[in-house]
């Protein structure tokens, strides 16, 4: 059975961190693209970051580049997203996704629909 689980959301004070783990059962990790997203209440699901598997190199979003950074973890079939300088804005619900058609990831990463397997999500909230 394919699954993919968060961990590691929080409430934490603006200008702190936070890891987020992802965690794959049913498949390999290291042979798919995996996406994060996040979804504040209200808005729409938003694209922040994609990890390929076929030449590791990751993408983020403007908003989020210089202050989160992804990582993978082979031997625990688990991807990391560590999230520094936490602003009130980056309050959401975070997803990480995987796209089996896809070890690198597409033009299109930032789009929910070019992923298949998802996970349930963890809550962030930024706070003082």
């Known amino acids: 059975q394919v699954q993919l689980v968060e961990s590691g959301g929080d409430l934490v004070q603006p200008g702190g961190s936070l890891r987020l783990s992802c965690a794959a059962s049913?498949?390999?990790?290291?042979?798919?693209?995996i996406g994060w997203f996040r979804q504040a209440p209200g808005k729409e699901r938003q694209g922040i970051s994609c990890?390929?598997?076929?030449?590791?190199?990751?993408y983020y979003a403007n908003h989020v580049e210089g202050r989160f950074a992804v990582s993978r973890d082979n031997a625990k079939n688990t991807v990391y997203l560590q999230m520094n300088s936490l602003e009130p804005e980056d309050t959401a619900v975070y997803y990480c996704?995987?796209?089996?058609?896809?070890?690198?990831?597409?033009?299109?990463?930032?789009?929910?629909?070019?992923?298949?397997?998802w996970g349930q999500g963890t809550q962030v909230t930024v706070s003082s």
């Open positions: 049913g498949f390999s990790l290291d042979s798919y693209a």
């Open positions: 990890f390929g598997s076929s030449d590791g190199t990751p």
């Open positions: 996704a995987a796209d089996r058609y896809g070890s690198a990831c597409s033009l299109r990463w930032r789009n929910p629909g070019e992923y298949d397997y």
